[in-house]
């Protein structure tokens, strides 16, 4: 548990920042800051982005977290089956006003909750990401970036915030 513990050690404050930083990208990842091999805001960029920049900088942990990621995914995964169930369901009542109005004597069957697209949902997220992270961090191995595993999926986990 201790081993593990690490991963998930992260104050609210640091994923709402690590979050905003996904949508305002100014500055690198703060677990990423000292790899030196970043570029930071030029001098030309407009003081207001300067400003939020160094909001964002913040004093949050210099270690990547897999909190965020694994919550973001969550998220994701549960708006992903109920979107999926509510279009469904809306595809069985334009094919029941559709009978009604063109006066169709078969039956339709009911409509049920289909708990298989949350399922095919929760398989390919927790496999897709995982596995594109790991792509990536060896492709980052070969060509001698300073980033670790752990560093990619806490950056990769981050960025599915956008959707």
């Known amino acids: 548990v201790e081993f593990y513990q690490q991963f998930f050690d992260v104050d609210t404050r640091d994923v709402q920042m690590r979050m905003l930083n996904v949508l305002l990208p100014i500055h690198p990842p703060d677990y990423l800051l ?4 970043h570029s930071g805001i030029s001098a030309n960029a407009p003081a207001s982005l300067a400003g939020i920049a160094d909001a964002t ?3 949050a942990e210099k270690f990547p977290d897999l909190y965020g990621p694994f919550w973001i995914l969550t998220t994701l995964w549960v708006v992903v ?8 369901k809306h595809e069985y009542h334009l094919k ?3 009978k009604v109005v063109s006066n169709y004597t078969k039956d339709l069957e009911a409509w049920n909750y289909d708990f298989t697209e949350a399922s095919v949902a929760a398989v ?3 496999t897709l990401i995982p596995l594109t992270s790991l792509v990536l961090w060896g492709m980052m191995k070969w060509n001698k970036v300073p980033c670790g595993l752990v560093d990619i999926l806490c950056l990769y986990g981050y960025s599915m915030f956008t959707y």
């Open 57 to 59: 900088k913040g004093t």
């Open 81 to 88: 089956a109920v979107i999926g169930n509510l279009l469904s």
């Open 124 to 126: 390919t997220m927790y």
């Open 34 to 37: 000292e790899r030196h091999w």
């Open 96 to 98: 029941l006003v559709d």
